[in-house]
């Protein structure tokens, strides 16, 4: 999301692998803290349902994280440690369904998400389809 072509930054990357039972695996690594540069890659279990691809929020699947500071993977014990902290704050929504949609508005790609049981509607984000070859990352973009 958020795609910086001349930096080839985004707030967010994600990878998708088919499963036989016709569900995806999603990877995603997503910058939780810009100014610090850390970000948290995991992995989870999704479903297209509708034209949206929906997963719910496991908190197994965090716990399983690897947390990132400027592009270095934390050493296994501040992992566990950053990982035992997003654990906690994102507990209200274990076992939430999250799904996310894409279309165009204004000649733009955006994707827009939604969690069950969470009454917010959020702006869509800019989002772009990127070879994994191309060089992207997760970070903050250089031009803020």
């Not at 479903?47 to 699947?61: M, P, S, T």
């Not at 654990?87 to 998400?113: D, H, I, S, Y």
Request: charged share 20%; proline share 6%; hydrophobic share 45%.
């Amino acid at each position: 999301m958020n795609p910086d072509l001349q930096a080839k930054t985004c707030s967010s990357l994600l990878s998708y692998a088919p499963r036989a039972d016709g569900s995806l695996v999603e990877t995603g690594e997503v910058l939780v803290a810009p100014a610090q540069g850390i970000t948290l890659e995991m992995t989870s279990v999704v479903r297209n349902e509708g034209g949206a691809l929906c997963g719910v929020v496991q908190l197994a699947d965090l716990r399983r994280g690897i947390v990132r500071v400027n592009g270095a993977r934390l050493p296994p014990e501040r992992n566990a440690s950053a990982l035992a902290s997003l654990v906690q704050r994102l507990a209200p929504m274990a076992g939430r369904k999250a799904c996310e949609t894409l279309r165009f508005q204004n000649g733009q790609l955006m994707k827009f998400g939604r969690v069950d049981q969470v009454n917010m509607t959020l702006p869509g984000k800019p989002v772009r389809w990127v070879d994994a070859a191309a060089g992207f990352r997760v970070a903050a973009s250089a031009r803020r």
